[in-house]
């Protein structure tokens, strides 16, 4: 579906350009576009580096563990219909590490894997059970306490002082998990009183 609504998107401009005469402005912009992407590309690909390199040696030093084992009975508390030990509840912390360093991109793979193995447990494969609900969640508000990618992009544009977003990046994502959270026990309580 969405690649639908992109070529629609391309299509229809493409359209207008030529109906106003001005098909140049659709050619330079494609071609600025992509040289801001590859731009943006290049320093984020420093940043993640660094901070890929630091979570291994975080994981190879066994902090990651540690972070697990702490956190593990927060996780359980969140995901009660997911057995203990199970694979999705590693590639959930893993998923919520990478996103509290800010690294959303690192994030996703894990986000997926986790759903994947959500999927394996879920009941009924066309509705979306509970503890999905519960990750889509999280993994969309998540606190965030170095916005690592942020930082590297207000960099690449040259910002005077790139880190000053940290504190009110910390206030408005532990706001928006906390927000997202009380929904979903919410929607969780409301389903549970249906049945």
């Known amino acids: 579906m969405l690649n639908v609504i992109w070529l629609a998107l391309i299509v229809i401009s493409i359209v207008v350009a030529a109906t106003n005469g001005r098909l140049e402005v659709i050619n330079?912009?494609?071609?600025?576009?992509?040289?801001?992407?590859?731009?943006?590309?290049?320093?984020?690909?420093?940043?993640?580096?660094?901070?890929?390199?630091?979570?291994?040696?975080?994981?190879?030093?066994?902090?990651?563990?540690?972070?697990?084992?702490?956190l593990s009975p927060f996780i359980h508390r969140l995901f009660p219909d997911v057995p203990k030990g199970h694979p999705a509840l590693g590639y959930i912390m893993s998923n919520m590490s990478a996103n509290l360093l800010g690294l959303g991109n690192a994030a996703t793979p894990m986000g997926l894997k986790a759903m994947e193995e959500?999927?394996?447990?879920n009941p009924d494969k066309q509705v979306a059970s509970p503890a999905m609900c519960t990750l889509l969640a999280i993994n969309t508000a998540s606190i965030t306490l170095i916005p690592?990618?942020?930082?590297?992009?207000?960099?690449?544009?040259?910002?005077?002082?790139p880190v000053e977003i940290v504190g009110t990046t910390l206030i408005a994502s532990f706001s928006a998990t906390i927000f997202a959270l009380l929904l979903d026990r919410w929607y969780r309580y409301r389903r549970g009183k249906r049945r």
């Open 28 to 70: 330079q912009a494609a071609f600025e576009g992509a040289k801001t992407g590859v731009t943006v590309c290049f320093g984020l690909l420093s940043v993640l580096a660094f901070w890929m390199g630091l979570m291994r040696v975080a994981e190879k030093a066994g902090l990651l563990e540690l972070l697990a084992r702490a």
């Open 148 to 161: 690592t990618t942020m930082i590297a992009i207000r960099m690449q544009y040259g910002s005077a002082n």
């Open 118 to 121: 959500l999927q394996k447990l």
